[in-house]
């Protein structure tokens, strides 16, 4: 059975930093790409960051870039976002997800599993 697990989130103040892991088993850690979005109520799941099973190629989407990196640990079977310099905008419900054999993008259609999501709210 899959676990993702994410945790480090919550409020903070804005132009602040957070941490966000995903702790992931079930599955070979190391074979998959791996993504995180993000959600706000009424909108759709948002690609913000995508990195490869290796993790030396990253993406982010224009909003995050130059704040946001995603990292990973593969001997953890962890995924991380550093979120520095948050603005109110970055609040959303944050997901990470393992991305079908073969998609390499943001398009959440193209991942497989999820973790149960973790809020992060930035107050201005």
């Known amino acids: 059975q899959v676990q993702m697990v994410e945790s480090g989130g919550g409020l903070v103040q804005s132009a602040g930093s957070l941490r966000l892991s995903c702790a992931m088993s079930g599955l070979p850690f190391y074979e998959y790409h791996m993504g995180w979005f993000r959600q706000v109520p009424g909108k759709g799941r948002e690609g913000i960051s995508i990195i490869g099973w290796r993790g030396d190629v990253t993406l982010y989407v224009d909003s995050v870039k130059g704040r946001f990196t995603i990292s990973r640990d593969n001997g953890k079977n962890t995924l991380y976002l550093q979120m520095n310099s948050l603005k109110p905008e970055d609040t959303a419900m944050y997901y990470c997800?393992?991305?079908?054999?073969?998609?390499?993008?943001?398009?959440?259609?193209?991942?497989?599993?999820w973790g149960q999501g973790i809020q992060v709210t930035v107050s201005s």
């Open positions: 997800a393992t991305a079908r054999k073969g998609y390499w993008g943001m398009m959440a259609d193209g991942y497989e599993h």
